[in-house]
């Protein structure tokens, strides 16, 4: 069972490394045979003993047999994200046997670690060695658990430290820590870092419990002061104590982090001193470079490779059963509208529409929106009942975003709930089993990498600058991108996470979102970091996406209508008709209900009636008459009754659509037309020729005279009306015909290269007759839909009038393509 595990394991990472997501989306696998009764997704036994495996039959020299007469140490008073880490890397290296964990779940003595402090652990130490004192032979090795993690098996950390000659060999650093004053008293070194480090060290017994008994020492007083006292007087030439001055063994970060980098080598992930061009075997995250050692514990002790992916992913996984929903834990839903947010039907169908029984989730909504709240209304009254239990805070409430947030975490204890999802109006889920899979991934706090679409703005950040706001990892884009896959380990997170209700229900690890003059997301980080609390993101499969809500504007008329720039994946799903793509099919025969008139599928019946809305609820039709204020010179020729763009703010909007939608269109179907001249604009020609302009050589205004005396009249004479100007479109308007206004518009060329027209509502139900009558061809169109859009050349050749309305309201929204 195990070999197959391993081989299932090893084919999910590779094809999710590789993009293929859809296998996994539903569940990651069951990796259990039938007869097994576990609910874990992974021994964690048998997965180490894999990586265990595969490690010495990559690097023989980290995984050669543990020795049985070497004492590692550490001390540690509690199971913190960071010592769980520290101890993963422990049993990737396979000697947890050799490991002795000091004053774990005993009260910590040893004073705030933040500043001066620390003697505790030498006196834990002591006592540990007791035994020790005369043994010559015994090496012991000492770190801290917290923030450090080991890159090697002990075999190649004994053999580098016994190529090294010495007794006793503490780890160095650039900064003279506690007592800078003490400086001037270290030796001069030619090369390499020139302190004392006391998180880690190594030698033979007796002689560290020599250098520990030295003298006494305080609990809350500083060890690191403690052993640089014995390393700078005589008991340094004693018992021979050297300094790791060019990370042989031992790393320190802080000071050092731009010396290091990571090399991706024989299927794993190494560390790299540049500086002195060493593989350190220890890695540790002191002082405040706790931050870069989570980006590199991402990748190291077998955590990430290329080939593989995330290997660390499957680890203290479980498996939800689908089939039994009644065990799955209970989880508090926690819904945050603290803004005007585009597109927040979509959001909310997200939300609802996830793969986990709604009879073990309980729902807590706050919206701070008076905009919002008939719609969050009708999502608690259809959806909300569906739900084990739902709280609504509105906005008449006049409860702020910190308070709410507060009261949602109560709700989530009061109700006994094993997780607590907090997810932002702006977080749209789009794979329904998001939080299955949260729940499955065991972790305190992890959120789902949601992107902006075609942006890289997304809900996490890979590193922070000392003030705590945003700097860019070295592997954010490679996330972001999804060109690597993996759970990462990150200083930043918001808009969308799982919390463990048990961190919520312990005072000192309960989420803060009220932090000196911070906003509740950078709030919520920063106290996840001060308590040393990992935050976790995870991009195994594609999750979602957040909206922009930047440009929502709730005072026009269906704003979601307006988001074409800033939220175009959103829009198009919205607004786009379903078989648009279908257009390009290249064995699709395009429909010409008159010659060279097509007729396309490009927007919804949603669109067409949202944007009735938007003219219905500005108003301000023109009269129909000749004369138009909104025009150039006050006169319209072929006057209708319509309400151009530009009087709705929706000019810009329309522009774009007709650019990214119609002129893909009218590209397929007029071969050869194009509207820009990228010759004068960007310098590129579509279909180059040896030539010179008659700019060049001063004939320009020449030509165009030569045109408009000799040429237009023979254009003229042949395609009646038709005059060419840049591409553009000026005129872009709805129009309506009703048998009491304006039922019909008299026979006229278009002021354009090509016209598009495209039906806002229904023959037969919205209007009777209609049409438009092309009238060289004697051919009309009348059974129009919605949505579709009639394409047609505007001058020359399709001389047309629109067919009289004999009873309802007709509308057509027109734009005229390069007057």
Same mark, same amino acid.
């Given at each position: 069972?195990?070999?197959?595990?391993?081989? /299932?394991?090893?084919?999910? $990472?590779?094809?999710?490394?590789?993009?293929?997501?859809?296998?996994?989306?539903?569940?990651?696998?069951?990796?259990?045979?039938?007869?097994?009764?576990?609910?874990?997704?992974?021994?964690?036994?048998?997965?180490?003993?894999?990586?265990?495996?595969?490690?010495?039959?990559?690097?023989?020299?980290?995984?050669?047999?543990?020795?049985?007469?070497?004492?590692?140490?550490?001390?540690?008073?509690?199971?913190?994200?960071?010592?769980?880490?520290?101890?993963?890397?422990?049993?990737?290296?396979?000697?947890?046997?050799?490991?002795?964990?000091?004053? #774990?779940?005993?009260?910590?003595?040893?004073?705030?670690?933040?500043?001066?402090?620390?003697?505790?652990?030498?006196?834990?130490?002591?006592?540990?060695?007791?035994?020790?004192?005369?043994?010559?032979?015994?090496?012991?090795?000492?770190?801290?658990?917290?923030?450090?993690?080991?890159?090697?098996? /002990?075999?190649?950390?004994?053999?580098? +430290?016994?190529?090294?000659?010495?007794?006793?060999?503490?780890?160095?650093?650039?900064?003279?820590?506690?007592?800078?004053?003490?400086?001037?008293?270290?030796?001069?070194?030619? &090369?390499?870092?020139?302190?004392?480090?006391?998180?880690?060290?190594?030698?033979?017994?007796?002689?560290?419990?020599?250098?520990?008994?030295?003298? !006494?020492?305080?609990?809350?007083?500083?060890?690191?002061?403690?052993?640089?006292?014995?390393?700078? %007087?005589?008991?340094?030439?004693?018992?021979?104590?050297?300094? %790791?001055?060019?990370?042989?063994?031992?790393?320190?970060?802080?000071?050092?982090?731009?010396?290091?980098?990571?090399?991706?080598?024989?299927?794993?992930?190494?560390?790299?001193? =540049?500086?002195?061009?060493?593989?350190?075997?220890?890695?540790?995250?002191?002082?405040?470079?706790?931050?870069?050692?989570?980006?590199?514990?991402?990748?190291?002790? &077998?955590?990430?490779?290329?080939?593989?992916?995330?290997?660390?992913?499957?680890?203290?996984?479980?498996?939800?059963?689908?089939?039994?929903?009644?065990?799955?834990?209970?989880?508090?839903?926690?819904?945050?509208? *603290? &803004?005007? =947010?585009?597109?927040?039907?979509?959001?909310?169908?997200?939300?609802?529409?996830?793969?986990?029984?709604?009879?073990? /989730?309980?729902?807590?909504?706050?919206?701070?929106?008076?905009?919002?709240?008939?719609?969050?209304?009708?999502?608690?009254?259809?959806?909300?009942?569906?739900? @084990?239990?739902?709280?609504?805070?509105?906005?008449?409430?006049?409860?702020?975003?910190?308070?709410?947030?507060? #009261?949602?975490?109560?709700?989530?204890?009061?109700?006994?709930?094993?997780?607590?999802?907090?997810?932002?109006?702006?977080?749209?889920?789009?794979?329904?089993? =998001?939080?299955?899979?949260?729940? *499955?991934?065991? @972790?305190?706090?992890?959120?789902?990498?949601?992107?902006?679409?075609?942006?890289?703005?997304?809900?996490?950040?890979?590193?922070?600058?000392?003030?705590? +706001?945003?700097?860019?990892?070295?592997?954010?884009?490679?996330?972001?991108?999804?060109? @690597?896959?993996?759970?990462?380990?990150?200083?930043?997170?918001?808009?969308?996470?799982?919390?463990?209700?048990?961190?919520?229900?312990?005072?000192?690890?309960?989420?803060?979102?009220?932090?000196?003059?911070?906003?509740? %997301?950078?709030?919520?980080?920063?106290?996840?970091?001060?308590?040393?609390?990992?935050?976790?993101?995870?991009?195994?499969?594609?999750?979602?996406?957040?909206?922009?809500?930047?440009?929502?504007?709730?005072?026009?008329?269906?704003?979601?209508?307006?988001?074409?720039?800033?939220?175009?994946?959103?829009?198009?799903?919205?607004?786009?008709?379903?078989?648009?793509?279908?257009?390009?099919?290249?064995?699709?025969?395009?429909?010409? !209900?008159? !010659?060279?008139?097509?007729?396309?599928?490009?927007?919804?019946?949603?669109?067409?009636?949202?944007?009735?809305?938007?003219?219905?609820?500005?108003?301000?039709?023109?009269?129909?008459?000749?004369?138009?204020?909104? /025009?150039?010179?006050?006169?319209?020729?072929?006057?209708?009754?319509?309400?151009?763009?530009?009087?709705?703010?929706?000019?810009? &909007?329309?522009?774009?659509?007709?650019?990214?939608?119609?002129?893909?269109?009218?590209?397929?179907?007029?071969?050869?037309?194009?509207?820009?001249?990228?010759?004068?604009?960007?310098?590129?020609?579509?279909?180059?020729?040896?030539?010179?302009?008659?700019?060049?050589?001063?004939?320009?205004?020449?030509?165009?005279?030569?045109?408009?005396?000799?040429?237009?009249?023979?254009?003229?004479?042949?395609?009646?009306?038709?005059? =060419?100007?840049?591409?553009?479109?000026?005129?872009?308007?709805?129009?309506?015909?009703? !048998?009491?206004?304006?039922?019909?518009?008299?026979?006229?060329?278009?002021?354009?290269?090509?016209?598009?027209?495209?039906?806002?509502?229904?023959?037969?139900?919205?209007?009777?007759?209609?049409?438009?009558?092309?009238?060289?061809?004697?051919?009309?169109?009348?059974?129009?839909?919605?949505?579709?859009?009639?394409?047609?050349?505007?001058?020359?050749?399709?001389?047309? *009038?629109? $067919?009289?309305?004999?009873?309802?309201?007709?509308?057509?929204?027109?734009?005229?393509?390069?007057?």
């Amino acid at each position: 069972m195990y070999r197959s595990r391993n081989i /299932l394991l090893i084919g999910i $990472l590779i094809l999710q490394y590789v993009g293929v997501d859809a296998l996994i989306k539903e569940h990651y696998i069951n990796l259990r045979d039938d007869n097994e009764s576990a609910t874990c997704a992974g021994d964690s036994t048998n997965i180490f003993k894999q990586i265990i495996d595969k490690c010495c039959k990559t690097n023989i020299k980290s995984c050669d047999k543990n020795p049985k007469d070497v004492l590692v140490l550490t001390v540690a008073s509690n199971e913190t994200d960071g010592y769980k880490r520290f101890l993963r890397s422990v049993e990737v290296y396979g000697f947890r046997d050799n490991l002795k964990v000091l004053g #774990l779940g005993e009260p910590w003595l040893g004073g705030n670690m933040k500043s001066v402090g620390g003697g505790y652990k030498v006196n834990l130490l002591k006592e540990a060695l007791a035994n020790y004192q005369n043994d010559n032979q015994t090496i012991v090795i000492f770190t801290d658990s917290y923030d450090v993690i080991y890159l090697s098996g /002990l075999a190649e950390i004994v053999n580098r +430290f016994k190529s090294m000659n010495t007794r006793v060999l503490f780890a160095a650093e650039g900064n003279c820590w506690p007592d800078k004053w003490l400086a001037s008293k270290y030796p001069r070194t030619t &090369q390499g870092k020139r302190f004392l480090n006391s998180g880690g060290f190594i030698g033979y017994a007796s002689d560290i419990y020599a250098v520990l008994t030295y003298a !006494p020492i305080e609990n809350t007083a500083d060890d690191q002061l403690f052993y640089t006292w014995a390393y700078l %007087d005589e008991e340094k030439e004693r018992h021979n104590i050297m300094l %790791d001055h060019k990370s042989v063994i031992f790393q320190n970060l802080y000071g050092a982090v731009a010396d290091v980098e990571l090399k991706f080598e024989g299927g794993k992930a190494s560390l790299l001193n =540049t500086v002195y061009n060493t593989e350190p075997l220890i890695l540790h995250g002191n002082g405040n470079s706790k931050l870069s050692l989570n980006s590199l514990g991402n990748y190291l002790a &077998q955590a990430w490779s290329p080939e593989e992916g995330c290997i660390m992913c499957w680890e203290g996984t479980i498996e939800l059963d689908k089939t039994s929903p009644e065990s799955y834990p209970i989880i508090l839903i926690a819904i945050f509208i *603290e &803004q005007p =947010t585009p597109f927040l039907n979509e959001f909310l169908t997200t939300v609802s529409q996830q793969a986990y029984p709604k009879s073990r /989730l309980h729902l807590f909504v706050h919206n701070k929106e008076k905009y919002h709240q008939d719609v969050v209304n009708s999502f608690m009254k259809t959806v909300g009942r569906e739900y @084990r239990s739902s709280k609504q805070i509105s906005a008449n409430d006049n409860i702020n975003e910190v308070n709410a947030r507060n #009261l949602a975490m109560d709700y989530c204890l009061l109700k006994e709930c094993s997780g607590y999802f907090s997810i932002d109006s702006i977080s749209h889920l789009n794979n329904q089993y =998001t939080l299955k899979l949260l729940v *499955e991934q065991q @972790r305190g706090i992890i959120a789902p990498l949601l992107v902006r679409p075609y942006k890289m703005w997304s809900n996490f950040w890979g590193a922070i600058m000392d003030d705590g +706001f945003y700097a860019r990892s070295f592997d954010y884009m490679e996330i972001v991108k999804n060109e @690597r896959r993996g759970l990462w380990n990150v200083p930043f997170i918001s808009n969308c996470y799982l919390v463990n209700a048990t961190l919520i229900s312990n005072k000192n690890t309960r989420p803060s979102y009220s932090e000196a003059d911070l906003d509740t %997301d950078m709030a919520f980080a920063y106290a996840n970091r001060e308590r040393s609390i990992f935050m976790y993101v995870s991009n195994r499969v594609d999750f979602g996406h957040l909206v922009n809500p930047d440009s929502y504007d709730i005072t026009v008329t269906h704003p979601d209508l307006y988001q074409i720039f800033d939220n175009k994946l959103n829009w198009e799903r919205k607004y786009i008709h379903e078989n648009y793509s279908e257009n390009f099919n290249p064995n699709r025969t395009q429909i010409q !209900p008159c !010659p060279d008139v097509y007729w396309f599928p490009i927007v919804n019946e949603k669109f067409t009636s949202d944007l009735i809305d938007v003219m219905e609820s500005y108003g301000k039709w023109s009269d129909g008459s000749n004369n138009d204020p909104r /025009l150039t010179g006050g006169y319209e020729n072929v006057p209708t009754r319509d309400i151009h763009m530009t009087q709705v703010k929706f000019e810009p &909007q329309w522009l774009y659509f007709l650019k990214e939608y119609v002129r893909p269109l009218q590209e397929l179907v007029f071969i050869g037309y194009f509207h820009d001249d990228p010759r004068i604009e960007g310098g590129y020609e579509a279909v180059p020729t040896r030539d010179i302009h008659m700019k060049q050589v001063g004939l320009h205004e020449s030509w165009l005279n030569f045109l408009y005396e000799y040429v237009s009249p023979l254009q003229e004479q042949i395609f009646v009306g038709y005059n =060419t100007s840049p591409p553009r479109a000026l005129m872009n308007f709805v129009v309506r015909y009703r !048998p009491d206004e304006q039922p019909l518009l008299k026979p006229h060329h278009d002021s354009s290269t090509y016209t598009i027209n495209i039906a806002l509502n229904r023959r037969g139900v919205d209007y009777e007759g209609g049409g438009c009558r092309f009238i060289r061809y004697n051919c009309s169109v009348t059974d129009t839909k919605p949505g579709w859009m009639l394409m047609h050349p505007g001058r020359l050749t399709h001389y047309h *009038e629109g $067919l009289r309305v004999t009873s309802g309201t007709r509308y057509i929204m027109i734009s005229f393509v390069d007057p």
